[in-house]
């Protein structure tokens, strides 16, 4: 049974790896964007209108994001080294502490903490030089903003009278309240320069080009990020539109949350499982509470686990998505996905015990759950029997929010730090015989 045990916990790993190279942001840029003949194309077809690099005078990238400097990397990639002189290629990007690289032209600023995703004084000034950057471009120019999960707190710029601690002390109460992405980015839009499509508006470039890896189920343009390349009433397919000031924008969506997914059912069958894939929905459990997660996960897992014992082959469940927490004033430590997990043991360990061969995780893309070291947990025989030798109280746990200490107790964190993308979460339940 420790062989069994192992062997779940070993696949886990190899599943989670294929999801994480499948939306790694540099080789996503390059999968979808192409240069030929000095035609910038997207798919191999021509952009709507066409884009002559050679005809461009400056390139400015700019942006931000847990995933932006592996995206402007794929953008450095993608225009060659003899461009990026050619058209003078500047800017920053802002990203958190353990997403930054060294790129040949863009700079990449680390602007906030690693697991505190709140923004800082550090966050408005790379901000605002972003805005004056673009707010400098010339109709020949072109402006390529890179947008990516986690962008609300490292693209900030208050309106005039608000200051970053109002935006600051909002967020935090409206996600202690449960609040989703939709209503924390709502907010956070009224109070700023820059989401709502301030950036765009901002810009006099000719064109402006947003690259966008979406942590957004649904891919919502103007939910990304809080949309700073988006019209505050979005009326437009695809965020195609023309500022007032004539620059024309166009947005490119290069990967999301059913990239990775897609990609975690393929190495889960490649292991010899049959799987059964659950795509995230807008409005559908993407939006539920954890705890409600956890149990359907955990209810999940014992019908896939009979089937799994009935003709003895392996069967997985792999699904996306990303819940929400309601936080008590008395909370302990932990994230979305380490209470999805708690929430699952707890139903299965009232029914009699948690049974050998099934495993559910549920990791967030980006490594960080909650402000924590973890990115997410897993359930599974070993973790059950290590709280039970240790005396752990699963249901106090749950209901205090305070997963991390006791996942770290039993040996269920996942831990992977930054990991340089972000497209919400990813469940797997794993079956064997």
């Given amino acids: 049974m420790i062989v069994e045990t192992a062997r779940l916990r ?3 790993a190899t599943i989670q790896d294929a999801a994480l190279r499948a939306v790694e ?10 240069v030929e003949n000095g035609d910038l194309r997207l798919d191999g077809r021509p952009f709507d209108p066409p884009l002559d690099l050679d005809a461009v005078g400056r390139i400015v ?8 400097a592996g995206m402007a990397a794929g953008v450095e990639s993608l225009l060659g080294a003899e461009r990026l002189a050619r058209h003078a290629v500047t800017g920053p990007v802002s990203v958190p502490e353990g997403c930054g690289r060294q790129l040949a032209a863009v700079e990449t600023r680390s602007t906030r903490p690693a697991g505190i995703n709140l923004p800082t004084p550090a966050v408005v000034a790379a901000t605002r030089e972003m805005l004056g950057l673009v707010a400098g471009l010339g109709p020949r120019d072109l402006a390529v903003v890179v947008i990516t999960g986690g962008g609300s707190a490292l693209l900030a710029a ?10 600051i002390s909002l967020t935090q109460r409206l996600s202690a309240g449960g609040a989703d992405i939709a209503t924390l980015n709502a907010a956070r839009r009224h109070l700023s320069a820059v989401k709502g499509g301030g950036l765009a508006r901002a810009c006099t470039a000719g064109r402006l080009v947003a690259l966008v890896l979406s942590d957004v189920i649904g891919d919502d343009l103007d939910v990304i990020a809080s949309g700073p390349c988006m019209p505050p009433a979005p009326t437009v397919p695809a ?8 620059c024309v924008v166009r947005h490119v969506v290069v990967g999301s949350n059913a990239t990775a997914v897609d990609a975690a059912a393929r190495a889960a069958r490649a292991l010899g499982y049959e799987v059964v894939v659950r795509h995230a929905t807008p409005g559908a459990d993407t939006e539920a509470g954890a705890d ?74 980006d490594g960080e759950d909650g402000p924590t070291t973890a990115a997410g947990g897993i359930a599974d025989a070993g ?8 005396g752990l109280d699963v249901t106090r746990a749950r209901l205090h929010r305070d997963a991390y200490p006791l996942l770290s ?5 996942v831990v992977t730090g930054p990991t340089g993308t972000n497209v919400c979460d990813l469940r797997l339940i794993l079956a064997r015989p």
């Fill in 239 to 246: 965020g195609a539109w023309t500022t007032p000031a004539g």
């Fill in 158 to 167: 208050p309106r005039e009278g608000v200051s970053l601690n109002d935006k």
């Fill in 61 to 68: 990238v700019v942006g931000g994001g847990k995933a932006a």
């Fill in 409 to 413: 107790a039993a040996g269920g964190l």
């Fill in 292 to 365: 409600a997660v956890g149990r359907r996960l955990a209810v999940a897992g014992l019908d896939l686990l009979a089937t799994a014992r009935a003709d003895g082959r392996p069967r997985a469940i792999v699904e996306g998505g990303e819940s929400t927490v309601v936080v008590p004033a008395d909370h302990g430590t932990g994230g979305r996905n380490q209470q999805t997990v708690i929430a699952a043991l707890e139903t299965l360990l009232s029914r009699g015990g948690w049974p050998q061969g099934l495993l559910v995780g549920s990791v967030g893309t």
């Fill in 25 to 34: 942001p540099a080789a996503l840029v390059k999968a979808r964007l192409s």
């Fill in 383 to 390: 973790v059950a029997a290590a709280i039970a030798a240790a």
């Fill in 10 to 12: 070993t696949d886990t």
